[in-house]
């Protein structure tokens, strides 16, 4: 039996999946930004009556995204599927968008630390049917089991400790933000930051505090002589992982180490929480990597990892799912770096 695709309400595909994996793959979180898109699709990928998958794409201009608004988002199992039930739920996407005039379909993957299991038999689906890589990210990771222990500035490279000890030593204190004021600052901060460097802000305030509603969440403001110089906001993304969604710090104060303060403060905090990593998320766009941000994730214990996005134009072919490939080594792709 070939599996289809029913359209659903929101309610109805919360009570179908009910472990949606990650905060980027809530109904909740999609409808707060519904204003982003023409439709939203809330899929699920059945065989008779058995629903085997389900995803959320945001639909504009004949174009479906998954996440419309969100790093990253990606279709979840809803009960055991083997490799090949994959390969025909991509079939059955491709000719559901042909069915409802979808142009184009895009997806942007979490790092595969968030679910390298099912990420890895998507990522492996939707190449062989013909889905184009249009960006392949570097992501940086904190382990927490690593890097939250007291002897944490001998593990890190030579660079990141000293900006550390230079911050320690200045009198920067951290504050965990609670007060509306606080985090109104610490927001200022990184738009201060994005502006002063030319990048866009996409939340404001209120979208952001309409954000925090949903989802665990900590900001973090470092002061100096009372006044904030830097900040770090993260989301609890998923039960083990928080990732930082913004960060900025004033450019004057580029060389104080007090981002190398603020991450060193995370990775206790988060750490002594239960936490088992922090998804610093990409050091770059577009694939194309920012090399300075590069070198300070790196210098905080960050360690690489890949965040993928794939583009199909529909009705443009389809590549056969039964090609088999053959590797000198066990994979042609390594994800242990991921893992």
């Given at each position: 039996?070939?599996?289809?695709?029913?359209?659903?309400?929101?309610?109805?595909?919360?009570?179908?999946?009910?472990?949606?994996?990650?905060?980027?793959?809530?109904?909740?979180?999609?409808?707060?930004?519904?204003?982003?898109?023409?439709?939203?699709?809330?899929?699920?990928?059945?065989?008779?009556?058995?629903?085997?998958?389900?995803?959320?794409?945001?639909?504009?201009?004949?174009?479906?995204?998954?996440?419309?608004?969100?790093?990253?988002?990606?279709?979840?199992?809803?009960?055991?599927?083997?490799?090949?039930?994959?390969?025909?739920?991509?079939?059955?996407?491709?000719?559901y968008c042909i069915d409802n005039d979808i142009k184009e379909i895009?997806?942007?993957?979490?790092?595969?630390?968030?679910?390298?299991?099912?990420?890895?038999?998507?990522?492996?689906?939707?190449?062989?049917?013909?889905?184009?890589?249009?960006?392949?990210?570097?992501?940086?990771?904190?382990?927490?089991?690593?890097?939250?222990?007291?002897?944490?500035?001998?593990?890190?490279?030579?660079?990141?400790?000293?900006?550390?000890?230079?911050?320690?030593?200045?009198?920067?204190?951290?504050?965990?933000?609670?007060?509306e004021k606080d985090i109104a600052e610490a927001y200022e901060v990184?738009?201060?930051?994005?502006?002063?460097?030319?990048?866009?802000?996409?939340?404001?305030?209120?979208?952001?505090?309409?954000?925090?509603?949903?989802?665990?969440?900590?900001?973090?403001?470092?002061?100096?002589?009372?006044?904030?110089?830097?900040?770090?906001?993260?989301?609890?993304?998923?039960?083990?992982?928080?990732?930082?969604?913004?960060?900025?710090?004033?450019?004057?104060?580029?060389?104080?180490?007090?981002?190398?303060?603020?991450?060193?403060?995370?990775?206790?905090?988060?750490?002594?929480k239960g936490y088992k990593y922090i998804d610093r998320a990409t050091?770059?766009?577009?694939?194309?990597?920012?090399?300075?941000?590069?070198?300070?994730?790196?210098?905080?214990?960050?360690?690489?990892?890949?965040?993928?996005?794939?583009?199909?134009?529909?009705?443009?072919?389809?590549?056969?799912?039964?090609?088999?490939?053959?590797?000198?080594?066990?994979?042609?792709?390594?994800?242990?770096?991921?893992?």
């Open positions: 039996m070939a599996l289809d695709i029913v359209r659903v309400t929101p309610s109805e595909y919360m009570d179908s999946v009910p472990d949606r994996r990650i905060f980027f793959n809530e109904p909740s979180f999609t409808e707060l930004n519904r204003d982003k898109v023409e439709e939203i699709y809330y899929l699920l990928v059945k065989k008779g009556n058995s629903p085997r998958f389900g995803m959320i794409l945001g639909v504009k201009d004949g174009v479906a995204k998954s996440p419309f608004s969100a790093p990253y988002a990606y279709p979840v199992v809803i009960s055991t599927a083997h490799v090949e039930a994959f390969d025909e739920a991509v079939g059955a996407l491709e000719r895009r997806f942007t993957f979490p790092p595969f630390l968030y679910d390298e299991d099912i990420l890895s038999v998507w990522t492996s689906a939707m190449y062989r049917a013909g889905y184009e890589p249009i960006s392949i990210d570097i992501n940086y990771i904190l382990d927490l089991e690593a890097l939250n222990r007291e002897d944490y500035e001998m593990i890190i490279p030579k660079k990141g400790r000293s900006h550390l000890r230079k911050a320690k030593a200045s009198g920067i204190e951290i504050v965990r933000c609670v007060e990184i738009v201060e930051n994005h502006n002063a460097k030319g990048f866009p802000t996409h939340m404001s305030l209120k979208q952001l505090k309409d954000t925090f509603i949903l989802v665990p969440h900590e900001v973090f403001l470092a002061k100096l002589d009372g006044k904030g110089i830097a900040s770090m906001i993260y989301y609890e993304t998923s039960k083990d992982i928080v990732e930082c969604i913004y960060s900025g710090y004033l450019l004057k104060y580029s060389n104080s180490g007090v981002m190398n303060l603020l991450s060193w403060y995370a990775i206790r905090f988060f750490g002594d050091a770059g766009k577009d694939s194309i990597p920012n090399y300075g941000l590069c070198d300070f994730k790196e210098s905080i214990g960050g360690k690489r990892s890949l965040k993928y996005s794939f583009r199909k134009i529909i009705g443009g072919g389809y590549r056969s799912l039964r090609i088999v490939l053959s590797f000198k080594s066990e994979s042609a792709i390594s994800y242990q770096e991921v893992a």
